[in-house]
Nanobody, 120 residues
Framework: QVQLVESGGGLVQAGGSLRLSCIAS????????MGWYRQAPGKQRELVAT???????NYADSVKGRFTISRDNAKNTVYLQMNSLKPEDTAVYYC??????????????WGKGTLVTVSS
């Protein structure tokens, strides 16, 4: 059984910073792309940033220059450093990853989300 568990959300004032973490656990053979998505109240889930196992990162235009995605492959963990936060960044942030279990094939997994609230 594979699980993605996010942490690090909370309440922060505009201009502040937060660091989200997501750890993948279970019988994992390998992890391909990992990423962060968010869903604000009344809106659809949208991509925030992705990071492949190798290669360049990808960011939504709305967070470029403010957010940084990184990963620690030894710890099966992906991070999202969020700086200069704005009220419009308020959302539930979800971790996503393509994971292959032993003797299986790659499947896509989602975490349950962590709430980020940015006050003005």
């Amino acid at each position: 059984q594979v699980q993605l568990v996010e942490s690090g959300g909370g309440l922060v004032q505009a201009g502040g910073s937060l660091r989200l973490s997501c750890i993948a656990s279970g019988s994992i053979s390998s992890i391909n792309a990992m990423g962060w998505y968010r869903q604000a109240p009344g809106k659809q889930r949208e991509l925030v940033a992705t990071i492949p196992s190798g290669g360049s990162t990808n960011y939504a235009d709305s967070v470029k220059g403010r957010f940084t995605i990184s990963r620690d492959n030894a710890k099966n963990t992906v991070y999202l450093q969020m700086n200069s936060l704005k009220p419009e960044d308020t959302a539930v942030y979800y971790c996503n990853a393509d994971i292959r279990q032993y003797r299986s094939y790659y499947m896509n997994y989602w975490g349950k989300g962590t709430l980020v609230t940015v006050s003005s």
